[in-house]
């Protein structure tokens, strides 16, 4: 037997839970009647091209997006209220991190406005730059740069941190790195929503969302996504997926 507590989705109580979800952006619908959950503690990869509109959702779940329509739940409360700020962390594609400030004192500016400065070195410790809290950030490289918006979003103590492509840009090797940290945070109980147009990625998720203009093609692990389809590159299965829902 396999029996992974996480997996069990129909038990598990879900983190996140959108009902219906669309969002009109200007002339597009950029989400269109989703229905998904993201299930606790494990790791949710939201995947699709660019476009597709795994940006939109994202801050339609954090409480940014103007225009939501349908019901989003986020930890048991509607999606958006205050009381859900510091238990919801969000990095956003294009994560603002000082470069004129150490690593550090970037955490410390984050902690600051939300006053959690007693999570600080928790969170740069959970994203491994201990060892560099006094570097000018502007002095990091990409993978670094990267981890300390991490922190910055960790220092609340958050039950849900939510990525939007955290990996862009990365090599490989660091790519896998941060996967493996996404991993880590589930073991000591936070729940991970991840976006990216990286198929391959699916690999590191426990549980899929698979996005293409605006609709949901599929919720599945990836092992259910290869039996469904026969395929065992993750990419060729998502497009068979595609082309069996068009066909
Ligand atoms: N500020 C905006 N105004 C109007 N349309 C937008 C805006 N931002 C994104 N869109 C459109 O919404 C759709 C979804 O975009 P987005 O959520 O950013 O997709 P993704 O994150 O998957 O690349 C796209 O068609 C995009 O062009
Ligand atoms: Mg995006």
Redesign the pocket.
């Known amino acids: 037997m396999n029996y992974r507590p996480s997996m069990n989705r129909g038990d598990m109580p879900a983190a996140i839970r959108c009902e219906n979800v669309s969002v009109r952006?200007?002339k597009?619908q950029?989400v269109d009647d989703l229905t998904v959950s993201v299930p606790r503690g494990s790791v949710t990869g939201l995947l699709?091209p660019?476009?597709?509109?795994?940006?939109?959702l994202m801050r339609a779940i954090v409480g940014t997006q103007k225009n939501v329509s349908g019901r989003i739940d986020v930890l048991d409360r509607p999606a958006g209220i205050p009381s859900l700020r510091r238990d919801v962390g969000y990095v956003t594609q294009a994560a603002s991190v000082y470069g004129d400030l150490t690593v550090e004192q970037n955490v410390r500016y984050f902690a600051q406005i939300y006053g959690a400065e007693n999570g600080i070195a928790e969170a740069i410790d959970a994203v491994d730059l201990g060892s560099h809290v006094d570097h000018l950030a502007g002095d990091l490289s990409g993978g670094q740069l990267n981890r300390v918006s991490i922190a910055c979003a960790l220092v609340t103590r958050p039950q849900l941190l939510i990525l939007d492509e955290p990996t862009v840009g990365l090599d490989p090797v660091l790519r896998a790195d941060l996967w493996q940290r996404f991993k880590r945070l589930t073991d000591a109980g936070v729940t991970l929503l991840v976006s990216s147009h990286v198929m391959d990625e699916a690999e590191h998720c426990d549980e899929l969302i698979l996005m293409r203009a605006g609709g949901l093609v599929a919720q599945l692990p990836p092992s259910e996504l290869r039996a469904r389809t026969g395929e065992t590159n993750l990419e060729r299965a998502f497009l068979a997926l595609i082309e069996g829902a068009t066909a």
């Open positions: 952006r200007g597009v950029a699709g660019s476009g597709c509109g795994k940006t939109t």
